[in-house]
């Protein structure tokens, strides 16, 4: 599985998987119609996705892909039409307050990346090339993680009521509002 | 020469059942290109039979479709009608690839791309004989629900970007079905990994193999949860894959042809090619699931035929089903589509987990049978008699114009 | 492993610039997703480095990461729809009605 079926070496593999990531990641940020914001997130997703894979982490990347690119990516179109209609933004995209923002971002990223580079963690071997099997992790979900799943579980059903009520439309609309 | 015996040595180890068939032709090349060639070998079959497949199945559907609407089919090209697959190919080939003024271009250009491409990704999984699967992944059926579940932004993606109204409203409607239709889709197939404990197809497909001296198959369709799981996931296979009676997202009547209305040309074919090639995988993932993969039906016959022929076989069958299916039901409505994946569908393969799990836990044959079967009996009546509403049908009436 | 923590580092800001400078209530949620995400490749990261031999938390941190994620965007989407529903806008800066 490493370094693929062509004779690339696996780090480029990796400095194009982050490239993709980084690059959707700013355009899915930056630009003006939302939706092309949503696709570009998606393609940013897939990407990690793939770097998942490339790490021999293959269940947590198919989980990536399931989820993000199939679930949130569909909620979030559907949301962006529901409220926008899906065209480009009219006036400007940015807060008022967006210089700060952005430099604030750009600080911590100066500081965050100086601390990574002077921590000692990095410098360890990776131990875990080898990919845990689907049995494996079930066994240790059923077993070690039995009370994280189940929390999960009762989240994930507050959510998906919580937003079903959120979302349900008043059962009667007044007359003088105009829909 | 010496590859060329390996490529022969090689398919004639495929096509009889033979373990490692990959082996002569790679033995046969240098060293270095060995993992390219391997990779090429699982995806050329692929790309060869699926599209062929999908190409004849495109003039049976009309033909078969034709019968059940008392008339003749196409029966002009090539004997008996049957190239004309070549000619309707042709014809979008060299079609005017016509793009509204008014569309995101990019997007327009890449959604029949991102369709076709995680459909075909899907077969990479699928065990189509003993030792035919393009990658045995361990996630197997991970893979298969993870990948699939991108071509509903493609849809979505397909839609929007044509900037017309009919387009859009098709592409919701098929992202909202294929999404609602998904959950029973992957439940029934749950019911399938609780039973083996692996998401391998693989393995899924091998724990089907009947044993020596049995008369029956231990298929799973065999089973009442099964044959419930596979009716459910059948039905949901069918939403997915927009065929009729589900085939709202492009009811002619209503908006046109959905979400590729503003399609022509080679991008039109590849979305009815990628439509296609879907409804041979989810097929294929139910008939690994459910039907026995590559197993025959009764133990005696296991040696009878290669493997390979027995999974071909059902899946012809399928596909003669979904053709019958479409000459014969008519259109759903959208709150009757909605209403049945969530009121009825889901409750339902929760419910066929549920009974999957008692057939698991119950040690003797006569009692589990009896239990599974008044679970999923007693919960059908429920769920599908009592709780759906229902119309009286009177005494029907004909009227005639005047 | 430098690179998968720096990599991570720069989603992360991405996503906090995105959401300090849009205007946009949904492009805030997606750089909140583009957060979660650095966080994700930070545990994977982590548990293909780490020193235990069958460790696996840092994967299901991942996968419970994953499936909180999605709730979060179902609520959140939600009440971004429920704000357009009420103000017809979901621009940001805009809801400001409890401004003193």
């Given amino acids: 599985m490493e370094g693929g079926f062509i004779a690339m070496p696996t780090d480029v593999i990796l400095w194009i998987l982050g490239g993709l990531i980084l690059i959707s990641a700013v355009m899915s940020l930056a630009l003006r119609n939302l939706i092309h914001c949503a696709l570009f997130l998606m393609v940013c997703f897939l990407g990690l ?31 962006i039409l529901l409220t926008e209609g899906g065209g480009t933004e009219t006036g400007s995209h940015l807060g008022s307050q967006w210089r700060t923002g952005i430099g604030l971002a750009v600080l ?27 049995r494996e992790i079930g066994l240790k979900l059923m077993t070690d993680y039995l009370l994280p799943l189940q929390t999960i579980g009762l989240l994930l059903t507050a959510a998906a009521i919580g937003a079903v009520v959120l979302a349900m439309q008043e059962p009667k609309p007044r007359k003088d509002e105009t829909p | 020469m010496e590859p060329l015996k390996g490529l022969l040595s090689t398919l004639w180890k495929a096509l009889t059942d033979q373990p490692d068939p990959k082996a002569p032709f790679l033995e046969s090349i240098p060293e270095d290109y060995r993992s390219l060639a391997s990779a090429v070998l699982s995806v050329a079959p692929i790309l060869m039979v699926f599209p062929l497949l999908f190409a004849l199945t495109t003039v049976l559907e009309r033909k078969g479709l034709g019968r059940i609407q008392n008339r003749l089919g196409p029966n002009r090209v090539g004997p008996a009608g049957f190239l004309q697959f070549a000619a309707d190919g042709l014809k979008t080939l060299t079609k005017e690839d016509v793009v509204p003024r008014a569309a ?48 509903e932004l493609a849809v979505f993606m397909a839609g929007w970007a044509s900037r017309n109204k ?17 959950i029973p889709l992957v439940l029934a197939a749950l019911s399938v990994v609780m039973i083996t404990g692996t ?23 065999f089973t009442p949860w099964g044959l419930m799981g596979f009716l459910l996931f059948m039905i949901a296979a069918c939403a997915e894959a927009n065929r009729s009676p589900f085939d709202l997202p492009e009811g002619e009547s209503e908006i046109i042809a959905g979400y590729y209305l503003e399609y022509s040309g080679f991008k039109f074919a590849l979305f009815f090619l990628g439509e296609y090639l879907g409804l041979f995988a989810s097929s294929g993932l139910a008939i690994t699931l459910f039907l026995g993969g590559w197993n025959a039906p009764f133990a005696f016959m296991q040696g009878w035929l290669p493997s390979w022929v027995w999974f071909f076989a059902k899946l012809a069958t399928l596909i003669a089903v979904f053709i019958w299916i479409r000459g014969t039901l008519p259109r759903v409505r959208m709150d009757q589509l909605m209403g049945l994946a969530w009121k009825f569908m889901i409750p339902m393969t929760l419910l066929t987990l549920v009974a999957a799990g008692l057939w698991h836990r119950l040690p003797s044959a006569p009692l589990r049978w009896v239990a599974c079967t008044a679970l999923l ?20 009436v004909y009227r005639y114009a005047d | 492993m430098t690179f998968y923590l720096a990599l991570s580092v720069l989603l992360f800001c991405v996503g906090l610039a ?15 997703e583009l957060m979660l995400n650095a966080a994700n490749i930070n545990f994977i990261a982590f548990w293909r480095h780490s020193s235990a031999a069958d460790d696996l938390s840092g994967m299901f941190w991942m996968i419970f990461s994953v499936a909180i994620a999605a709730a979060e965007a179902a609520v959140g989407l939600a009440l971004v729809i429920l704000v357009f529903r009420h103000r017809r806008s979901v621009r940001l800066d805009e809801l400001e009605s409890l401004k003193g």
Avoid: C, K
């Fill in chain 1, 49 to 79: 996705a793939g770097l998942y894979l490339h790490l021999n982490a293959v269940f947590s990347g198919l989980v990536q892909a399931l989820v993000y690119v199939g679930a949130v990516g569909i909620i979030l179109i559907f949301a």
């Fill in chain 2, 377 to 396: 009996a007693g919960a059908f009546l429920v769920l599908g008699r009592v709780l759906m509403p229902r119309t009286r049908h009177g005494r029907r």
């Fill in chain 3, 18 to 32: 995105g959401v300090l400078a849009r205007r946009h209530a949904i492009m805030a949620l997606i750089g909140i």
């Fill in chain 1, 108 to 134: 911590l990223a100066f500081a965050l990346l100086g601390a990574v580079s002077n921590s000692p963690q990095t410098t360890q071997a990776a131990r875990h090339t080898e990919e845990p099997t689907v």
């Fill in chain 2, 104 to 151: 995101d271009r990019v997007v327009h250009f890449l959604a029949p791309i991102a369709l076709v491409i995680p459909v075909l990704l899907t077969f990479a999984v699928l065990p189509f004989g003993r030792n035919l699967a393009p990658i045995d992944l361990d996630a197997g059926l991970l893979f298969f629900f993870a990948v699939s579940s991108a071509t």
């Fill in chain 2, 166 to 182: 009919y387009s859009l409203l098709g592409a919701l409607r098929a992202v909202a079905q294929m999404v609602s239709y998904e």
């Fill in chain 2, 199 to 221: 998401l391998s197809l693989s393995a899924i497909a091998a724990a089907q193999s009947p044993t020596p001296g049995s008369f029956l198959a231990p298929w799973y369709v």
